[in-house]
T-cell receptor, first 111, second 113 residues
Framework: GQNIDQPTEMTATEGAIVQINCTYQTSGFNGLFWYQQHAGEAPTFLSYNVLDGLEEKGRFSSFLSRSKGYSYLLLKELQMKDSASYLCAVALLDSNYQLIWGAGTKLIIKP | KAGVTQTPRYLIKTRGQQVTLSCSPISGHRSVSWYQQTPGQGLQFLFEYFSETQRNKGNFPGRFSGRQFSNSRSEMNVSTLELGDSALYLC????????????FGPGTRLTVT
């Protein structure tokens, strides 16, 4: 079967750094997405990794290790507006281009 | 460029009724996917439409159906509503099929009483 695991909830302090992990076990792999979803709003795209390594985009970075079935999203210089849920999704390598979604990690930022 | 729009935004229905939700994708996007989101469950994939054809379907009962029109607009229908169908229904569009970024609409909040 297909499985994606993320922590349910994390708490961090404004100005600090937080790492949100995502582990996956899927039949086939065609990249991993991270989305951000503020409460009551639609998810918005953050990053897409298909090769191993770290990709940096401003305060946000995403890392992928295909051999370990592991990814993380790194948020630096946390701001209150970063309080949101962070969704990890794996694209399967099949003819249906299916996405498998994790349940999401709710990140709470405290002053 | 206008984003993905969904109507209605909120809906209250009674058990046993049926409902139709609408989604207009970003202009030029040909793939439309539908998701159900409930607290603690994450995004559950319903189906994907491309060129007016259902290309992929999630593990939902036949009460859930959809269609796509020639202008890429899509509708989903839920018949014989159950209390457990209460959820946020999200529509997402992407340029093409494949591992492309999906753009989500604001969703339709369905409450079944």
């Amino acid at each position: 079967g297909q499985n994606i695991d993320q922590p349910t909830e994390m708490t961090a302090t404004e100005g600090a750094i937080v790492q949100i992990n995502c582990t996956y076990q899927t039949s086939g792999f065609n990249g991993l997405f991270w989305y951000q979803q503020h409460a009551g709003e639609a998810p918005t795209f953050l990053s897409y990794n298909v090769l191993d390594g770290l990709e940096e985009k401003g305060r946000f970075s995403s890392f992928l290790s295909r051999s370990k079935g592991y990814s993380y999203l790194l948020l630096k210089e946390l701001q209150m507006k970063d309080s949101a849920s962070y969704l990890c999704a794996v694209a399967l390598l099949d003819s249906n281009y299916q996405l498998i979604w994790g349940a999401g990690t709710k990140l709470i930022i405290k002053p | 460029k206008a984003g993905v729009t969904q109507t209605p935004r909120y809906l209250i229905k009674t058990r046993g009724q049926q409902v139709t939700l609408s989604c207009s994708p970003i202009s030029g996007h040909r793939s439309v996917s539908w998701y159900q989101q409930t607290p603690g469950q994450g995004l559950q994939f319903l189906f994907e439409y491309f060129s007016e054809t259902q290309r992929n379907k999630g593990n939902f009962p036949g009460r859930f159906s959809g269609r796509q029109f020639s202008n890429s607009r899509s509708e989903m229908n839920v018949s014989t509503l159950e209390l457990g169908d209460s959820a946020l229904y999200l529509c997402a569009s992407s340029f093409d099929r494949g591992p492309y970024e999906q753009y989500f609409g604001p969703g339709t909040r369905l409450t079944v009483t």
